[in-house]
């Protein structure tokens, strides 16, 4: 089955604690993304890849950060994790431009 | 700068009225559209795009490059079609990357 698999959908952590949210696409897409949602905010895009070893910043970039190291995996790294990082997380992936994105099952994670 | 608006953050109807959901986009180029649509708790889904002409679930939307916009309408709403819904218009200006409106709740009542 065609799919973005996120894990883990749900996490509780401290300040400070690096952690990582890892995300796979099993559709040799090109373009992989992710986003947080955040109510009144809508989506908004922290980093997207458009192929291996090429990543840009989205409009929220700050305090994560991302590799693209294989096609099939695009990471999401918070080094030092803080509350206002408390979000829900999504990735996303596409095979070409005119093509829309497939999401994953979304990450919610709460820092304390 | 790209940008969408989807001016209105909540739509209530009655089950079985025209439903109509505004996006307007300001982009480089020709770009690509979509709507997403993200049901309670679920992860976002492709509604429909522009490119293909379809009509999912009853939802059409116009695409009006003069006025730019790409409003999603359906003749008669269902309570089930309550959800989020989100305007993304995606095109090679930004090299495949895609960007949201903050979204409209749809809320269709009994």
């Known amino acids: 089955e065609a799919q973005v698999t996120q894990n883990p959908r749900y996490l509780i952590t401290v300040t400070g604690k690096k952690l990582t949210v890892t995300c796979s696409q099993n559709m040799n897409h090109e373009y992989m993304s992710w986003y947080r949602q955040d109510p009144g905010l809508g989506l908004r895009q922290i980093y997207y890849?458009?192929?291996?070893?090429?990543?840009d910043k989205g409009d929220v970039p700050e305090g994560y950060k991302v590799s693209r190291k294989e096609k099939r995996n695009f990471p999401l790294i918070l080094e030092s994790p803080s509350p206002n990082q408390t979000s829900l997380y999504f990735c996303?992936?596409?095979?070409?431009?005119?093509?829309?994105?497939?999401f994953g099952s979304g990450t919610r994670l709460t820092v304390v | 700068a790209q940008r969408v608006t989807q001016p209105e953050k909540l739509l209530s109807v009655f089950k079985g009225a025209p439903v109509e959901l505004k996006c307007n986009y300001s982009y480089s180029g020709s770009p690509e559209l979509f709507w997403y649509v993200q049901y309670s708790r679920q992860r976002l889904q492709l509604l429909l795009r522009?490119?293909s002409r379809e009509s999912i679930k009853g939802f059409t939307a116009d695409l009006n490059k003069g006025e730019t916009s790409f409003h999603l309408k359906k003749p008669f709403a269902q309570e089930e079609d309550s959800a989020m819904y989100y305007c993304a218009p995606r095109g090679s200006a930004s090299q495949g990357n895609l960007i949201f409106g903050k979204g409209t709740k749809l809320s269709v009542k009994p």
């Open positions: 996303a992936s596409s095979g070409t431009e005119n093509y829309g994105y497939t």
């Open positions: 522009h490119i």
């Open positions: 890849s458009m192929n291996v070893e090429v990543t």
